[in-house]
């Protein structure tokens, strides 16, 4: 693991800024640190890269102008020597600045583009939770979904031969809950049955589901009860015995009505079986 100040000395000695006892630290370092000379090795070509990609500057005309008069006032001394030109005290310095500030972009840049991949094989890694979660969650439904229906066979095998259920399924006419649904066990010998429902919206205190039998036999549906929702899953289960005798069972319907059910159906129907 390369700390900090490490990455430092590695951005430096990148440039070639780093001298007396810590270059020969660093150097040795460096012969020991396979991870480092890979670094030292990224830094260099990223500042390689940089130094080519610079766009080329043209001096201005001041600064031209500028140089020619003082060539001409130092061509008219008196002894008419040439003298050496020596830099300005400050460029050593504008030249180590700008050797430092490089040294630190270098550094954040390198930072960033670290971040940047950590940032991006975490994304997929939650990606991939995601995608096992929601095919845990349908795992999940679909086996529930078997041993609900194992559970309303339970319910009426006491009193009825399994191969006499009519088993129907019912599916939402919700526009704002299109995956509501149900499922209707119905034993004609015994004329009894069981509901039950999922993902129902619960409705105000005021009003009830109501379960009909739509039988050819009848000009309205039979009543096979009334029932309410789970409010937070909404989930129900109904066991039935309607008032009239069934001849056919042709249909499964539930209807939105008025507290307690009405004799034949007055409210939206909700669900209905295919």
């Not at 766009?55 to 020619?68: E, G, H, Q």
């Not at 969650?137 to 309303?152: F, V, Y």
Request: hydrophobic share 45%.
């Amino acid at each position: 693991m390369i700390d900090e100040r490490t990455e430092e000395l590695a951005s430096l000695y990148a440039l070639d800024l780093l001298e007396g006892a810590e270059l020969a630290a660093f150097e040795a370092s460096l012969a020991q640190d396979a991870g480092l000379r890979a670094l030292v090795h990224e830094l260099r070509e990223t500042a390689s890269a940089l130094s080519l990609a610079a766009p080329a500057t043209v001096p201005p005309d001041w600064l031209k102008s500028r140089l020619f008069v003082s060539l001409a006032e130092k061509s008219r001394t008196e002894d008419r020597r040439v003298t050496p030109f020596a830099p300005p005290a400050w460029i050593p310095w504008a030249i180590a600045a700008g050797l430092a500030l490089t040294s630190a972009w270098l550094t954040q840049l390198y930072f960033t583009q670290k971040s940047e991949s950590i940032a991006q094989h975490e994304q997929a890694a939650l990606a991939q939770m995601e995608i096992q979660s929601v095919q845990n969650q349908l795992e999940i439904q679909h086996i529930l979904a078997s041993r609900q229906l194992a559970d309303l066979q339970e319910q009426i095998k006491t009193n009825s031969d399994l191969s006499r259920l009519e088993i129907a399924k019912l599916v939402s006419l919700l526009g704002n809950s299109p995956q509501a649904r149900a499922v209707a066990v119905w034993d004609q010998a015994t004329q009894q049955g069981v509901l039950t429902v999922e993902k129902l919206p619960a409705l105000a205190a005021d009003k009830d589901y109501q379960l009909w039998v739509i039988d050819p036999k009848y000009p309205d549906p039979v009543s096979g009860g009334v029932f309410t929702v789970d409010a937070h899953t909404g989930t129900a289960r109904l066991a039935f015995h309607p008032g009239q005798l069934i001849a056919t069972a042709a249909k499964f319907a539930v209807s939105c009505e008025r507290k307690g059910g009405r004799p034949k159906p007055e409210g939206p129907i909700v669900l209905l079986s295919e």
